[in-house]
């Protein structure tokens, strides 16, 4: 019984029906057509489809989504994108100050250099310097002879074993050129500046280990050595560093150039500075500039 009912109602929503319109006087016919109630239910969701992908492209598409309650607007949008790269900025300063500090405790505690932290500076994330490999050139090989050359009757240089101490150390020059401003320990002014020419070449005073190479705010590319006797060289302002965090350096290589990178600078120039035992010492005292 239940199957024919189904088999009676398909055939009658199969059922053709005729609709036709004519002229009430004339009965002439104008237009008819013939049509069933599957083909009426057939139109009206294809209709319904229709309507409702156009109302979804009209929203998705078109500023009218942010009239949509919960949905934010093209300003909150940029609001929200410009905070998130701030807390990301700020939270690569917070690690990059915990890393510097924790440099810091490290060398006055005289613990190995292998206990600080090793991760990536900015340089090796830099695609430019992916493949960069330093070899001797004519005119490097030239400037040690050059150098040599002059330093052949420096009697700061013995073959004897070198005293303990500062007084017993041969400072290299990081860079010759003249001094702008020079070291106040009154007014905490922890070195002295040297003026040159940007992308001068700014050499290790001594041998060392990098344990800082980054960018700051203030200073702009900044790089640290640790030497022997708890003696640390900084170097500030330089357009670009050459060594990373945990490299070994020899006296007189290349380690940075010269430049004016950082908010506080009024040119280019090398800001160099000397700590003995945590304290601030006078580099013009070692080293002639």
């Known amino acids: ?43 009206l969701a294809s209709f319904f489809i229709a309507v409702v992908c156009l109302v979804t492209m009209l929203i998705a598409f078109t500023p009218l989504r942010e009239y949509i309650p919960g949905y934010p607007s093209g300003e909150m949008r940029k609001q929200i994108h410009y905070t998130a ?5 700020l939270e690569q300063e917070l690690h990059k100050r915990d890393r510097f500090f924790e440099g810091i405790k490290n060398v006055m505690d005289g613990r190995e250099f292998d206990a600080i932290p090793e991760t990536k500076s900015n340089l090796s ?5 992916q493949n960069v490999k330093f070899k001797k050139s004519k005119s490097d090989s030239l400037f040690r002879l050059a150098h040599e050359e002059d330093e052949r009757f420096n009697l700061t240089i013995e073959n004897k074993k070198k005293k303990k101490g500062l007084s017993g150390l041969h400072f290299f020059p990081p860079i010759t050129g003249m001094v702008s401003s020079r070291f106040d320990n009154k007014k905490e002014h922890f070195g002295t500046d040297i003026v040159g020419a940007t992308n001068d070449r700014i050499s290790a005073v001594l041998d ?11 200073t702009g590319y ?19 560093l050459l060594k990373k965090q945990g490299d070994q350096v020899k006296v007189g290589e290349a380690i940075a150039l010269l ?12 800001h160099f500075e000397l700590w003995h035992n945590g304290k601030p010492i006078n580099p013009e005292d070692y080293i002639k500039f």
């Open 1 to 43: 019984m239940t199957e024919r009912k189904k088999k009676s109602i398909l055939e009658k929503l199969k059922y053709k029906y005729k609709l036709t319109v004519s002229n009430e006087s004339t009965f002439a016919v104008k237009f008819s057509f013939r049509l069933s109630f599957m083909n009426v239910i057939t139109f």
């Open 85 to 89: 790269i701030l807390v990301d900025s």
């Open 125 to 129: 994330n830099n695609p430019r310097y």
């Open 208 to 218: 060392g280990v990098v344990i800082l190479s980054e960018w700051t705010l203030n």
């Open 222 to 240: 900044v790089i640290q050595i640790q030497h022997s006797n708890n003696l640390i060289s900084v170097y500030k302002h330089n357009s670009e």
């Open 259 to 270: 430049g004016s990178s950082g908010e506080l600078t009024t040119g280019p120039h090398l």
